[in-house]
């Protein structure tokens, strides 16, 4: 039962993963994919359990159950891609949330049942096999803590060792392997072996409360699970690891829970676990406990930002650390509660046999309750109510199953009592972390994550995806800005294009500024779309101009047959769960098929969230599909530099003269050189890499596929513990990469226009270097101590370079404020190394003139 339940919880995250990659990351795609599991649990523990049960050869049966989910395990290994293609075609482009969720619930339900119902059916055979050994409920508690054992070995192996090492349909097929040795083994232990056909079950009490008793308990417990995760995401880094902690322990107190009650009912301890004593009584006294309990890991998630610091100072830096602090966060939020639940399952499914109820029949009830969590508390609930009013529901619905019990009264009276208070008194379950003197703008409770905008003293807002990933925000507009108008200035005549990813509007909203482009975004969270017009002006109407879509960016790219001039692809953190996704081959490849003749795509990465190997894996992935492209930064930014990746559809590479032409002639509502780009160089001088240096940077780098997600596991490292400053990773990758014209514009026959661009590159290297660990000050001759050398280097080594030219313009004035003589230095020589420029000039006339 242990090796069945490692499997089983192997199976899940596997099938779970690849059905959400096929299907689409929706809250409609995700929650159909769990229930549509869970489903299949509960039809086979019912279709099955009561013919298992009235077997002689239980063994026999349990034997070919594990057959049957190893065999279908390796067939799913090689059809699932194509089972998830047919059904995303049938879904469609834009699909109503119910037709979403219908399609992915049925062929989710269809492709995994006939695994999922023998799983359902390898407890009670279990059960029925080993009954002679159980004595009042204790054999059933035994074989439930080894399953649960064995699915928390499960979710740490496959989260932690087998996915990232084998991929996900090697690590189906490892679990194929383990269903079928269970088969043989359980084959050899039944040869000779007949039990005697069961006695036919009593005729249980047509009114019995425990079907809708295991039932109620199977929800509220996975409701409770649902919950808690949903919390503690708005705490913890929410990466791959973060989940499989989170379930491990969930599953450990339920494991260690069953296991108390099992040694309970054997007699030691009798009185502390309920195993004597009237059974309604006893299961009101569970019941009460579980409520308790329930409030008690309440405290550990209202006070979880306190506990993971703690945790944080006790076990020090560094990715384990991390890990263990998270754990230990968990341990407060999941252990109460869990220990209650194993013990209330084990106490209940021992009382309804002894009713005359199958225990296939209790698995079922319990695990039918357990499927509508999902959808009823993380889609229905949480949004409507919000997780506080959630968490009093939970634990009032316990007191209201342990007052339908007798003897209970009072203290459930008392219970309901402290959970009304929790009510009215608690803050809400919610993390927002405000600035000093800030404000919280908008909160919402999505079926997916909480988004929230916060403003800080200075009027700043900032988006932020469940308290821990910033999307933008109002202090980023030329950066954001520059993101989409680089692309759209490299086109040269785009008419629709494509962003994927939305944030706060402001990346899409600056490509429709151009008149000539209609533009669709796709955004995942509907709560971030909402929230999107707090960032944005739109005093011209170009949002009419773009048109937003809630869904998730990789099914869209698939399913969708529209073609666009420019493909963006917004810088989304890797390590954040589900991210990973967005930089796998397969979806660099369905965006190429998804581009127009000639079009142009940009996948933006957050170069201050990323460590170099992750960089070169999504690299390598990127020139899987495109490996003609090259590599750009969007800013000089060293504090948050943002690297892309862009590269023609067709391999083609930039004409500097037509580009020049494009900016001569854009109908853009903004001017180009208000976000710094004026001219050809300024659109071309952030390249920073061609195909030759970015083959040499990715060379033997593991591609970041659907099966091997390689980007999840490798991104939190740098989450976790971080390798120094961004700044520091820009020059260290600067100095790995190169760039020839020749690699980049086609007009070679104007050899001055590419000497002058690789001049315009040298002196941004310059530039960059010059800024690194450089922090602004209001003393003028301090600041120019230290950065006039290098930005008048800059300018020497590309007159072309404007950044290096504003900054010294600036730094000029108010030098001459103090100090005209020095001021006036600096002036000529800014115009003695620029020009054709006239700031320079004019600054000088303004000193010569005699002041009024």
């Known amino acids: 039962m242990a090796a069945s339940g490692f499997a089983g919880l192997g199976y899940q995250i596997v099938w779970t993963r690849q059905l959400s990659l096929g299907l689409g990351h929706e809250a409609a795609a995700v929650l159909a994919t769990v229930t549509a599991f869970f489903g299949g649990l509960a039809l086979g523990a019912f279709a099955l359990g009561r013919r298992i049960e009235r077997s002689g050869h239980p063994l026999r049966w349990y034997a070919v159950c594990e057959a049957v989910v190893g065999v279908w395990g390796l067939v799913l290994a090689v059809l699932m891609a194509p089972a998830c293609g047919w059904l995303l075609e049938r879904i469609g482009e834009r699909p109503a949330p119910l037709w979403q969720w219908s399609l992915s619930f049925l062929g989710s339900f ?76 359980a084959a050899w232990l039944s040869s000779g072996h007949r039990r005697a056909p069961a006695e036919p079950a009593r005729d249980a009490p047509q009114r019995s409360r425990l079907p809708l008793l295991l039932a109620a308990t199977g929800l509220l417990g996975v409701g409770y699970e649902v919950l808690a995760v949903r919390v503690l995401s708005q705490v913890a880094e929410d990466t791959v690891f973060t989940f499989a902690t989170l379930l491990a322990v969930y599953l450990v107190g339920t494991a260690l829970g069953a296991a108390a009650w099992r040694r309970g009912a054997r007699g030691a301890g009798a009185a502390a ?425 990715s060379a033997g780098a593991p591609l970041n596929t659907d099966d091997r997600p390689v980007v999840a596991y490798l991104a939190p490292r740098i989450t976790y513990a971080p390798d120094g400053t961004p700044g520091d990773r820009l020059l260290a990758l600067l100095r790995s990469l190169e760039i020839h014209a020749s690699e980049l514009v086609g007009d070679a026959e104007d050899p001055d226009q590419s000497r002058r661009l690789e001049a315009y590159w040298r002196a941004r290297d310059v530039f960059l270097a010059a800024g690194l660990g450089v922090q602004p000050t209001a003393d003028v001759r301090s600041m120019l101590s230290r950065v006039r050398e290098p930005l008048l280097a800059a300018l020497r080594a590309s007159p072309d370079f404007r950044p290096a030219y504003d900054p010294l313009l600036r730094m000029a004035g108010a030098l001459a404020a103090v100090d005209a003589e020095a001021g006036r230095a600096l002036l000529q020589e800014l115009a003695v190394l620029q020009p054709q420029r006239p700031e320079a000039g004019q600054g000088l006339q303004r000193l010569a003139s005699p002041a009024p």
């Not at 407890?123 to 204790?138: F, K, V």
């Not at 002894?354 to 009823?376: H, K, Q, Y």
């Not at 011209?540 to 420019?566: C, N, P, S």
Request: hydrophobic fraction near 55%; charge should be neutral.
């Open 273 to 697: 676990f309920g195993a004597t004593g009237d059974a309604a009584h006893r299961g009101g006294r569970l019941l009460l406990g579980l409520a308790a309990a329930c409030l008690a890991g309440a405290l550990g998630l209202w006070n979880a930002e306190a506990l993971l610091a703690a945790a944080t100072r006790l076990f020090g830096a560094g990715q384990p650390a991390a890990l263990a602090a998270e754990a230990a966060v968990a341990v407060a939020a999941f252990l109460p509660p869990t220990l209650a639940m194993g013990a209330v399952f084990s106490a209940l499914a021992s009382e309804a046999r002894d009713e005359g109820f199958g225990f296939s029949r209790c698995l079922a009830a319990n695990t039918v309750g357990a499927a509508l969590a999902p959808l009823l508390v993380g889609v229905v609930l949480l949004p409507l109510l919000g997780a506080k009013s959630v968490m009093v529901l939970i634990v009032l619905g316990y007191v209201a199953l342990a007052a339908a019990s007798a003897g209970v009264g009072a203290a459930s009276g008392s219970l309901a009592a402290a959970a009304l208070a929790v009510a009215v008194l608690a803050p809400p379950l919610a993390f927002v972390d405000l600035p000093p003197g800030g404000r919280l703008l908008r909160y919402r409770e999505g079926a997916m994550a909480a988004v929230s905008v916060v403003e800080d003293a200075a009027g700043v807002r900032r988006l932020r995806i469940d308290n821990r990933a910033q999307e933008g925000s109002s202090a980023t507009v030329l950066a954001d800005a520059r993101q989409a108008l680089l692309p759209v200035l490299l086109h040269d005549a785009p008419r629709r294009a494509l962003f994927l990813g939305l944030g706060t509007g402001i990346t899409a909203t600056a490509a429709s500024w151009d008149r000539s482009l209609q533009v669709d975004a796709v955004e995942l969270l509907p709560e971030v779309i909402d929230a999107s017009p707090l960032f944005l002006r739109d005093p011209d109407g170009e949002a009419t101009r773009l048109r937003v879509v809630a869904a998730d960016a990789r099914r869209f790219v698939r399913a969708a047959t529209q073609r666009y001039d420019v493909i963006v692809a917004d810088n989304v953190h890797p390590a954040r769960s589900g991210s990973a996704s967005l930089y796998t081959a397969e979806h660099f490849g369905a965006v190429r098929s998804r581009l127009a003749p000639g079009g142009l795509f940009c996948q933006w990465l957050p170069l201050h969230q990323l460590d170099l190997d992750t960089l070169r894996t999504i690299v390598a992935s990127f020139r899987s599909a495109f490996p003609e492209g090259w590599a750009l930064l969007a800013t000089h930014s060293l504090e948050t530099p943002v690297l892309g990746l862009m590269a023609h559809a067709d391999g083609a590479r930039f004409d500097a003269r037509r580009i020049e032409e494009r900016l001569r002639h854009a109908q853009l509502s903004h001017p180009p050189e208000a976000f710094g780009l004026q001219d050809p160089f300024a659109l071309l001088g952030g390249f920073v890499a061609g195909p030759r240096s970015l083959a040499r940077f």
């Open 110 to 185: 269809l492709v995994l049942l006939p695994s999922t119902a023998a799983m359902g059916a390898t407890l009670p055979a279990m059960e029925r096999a080993t009954a002679a050994l159980s004595r009042r409920g204790a054999g059933i508690a035994a074989l439930y803590a080894a399953n649960t054992a064995g699915a928390v070995l499960g979710v740490l192996a496959t989260a932690f060792w087998a996915v990232p090492a084998l991929g996900l349909a090697r690590t189906a097929v490892a679990c194929a392997m383990l269903n079928l040795l269970c088969t043989a083994a």
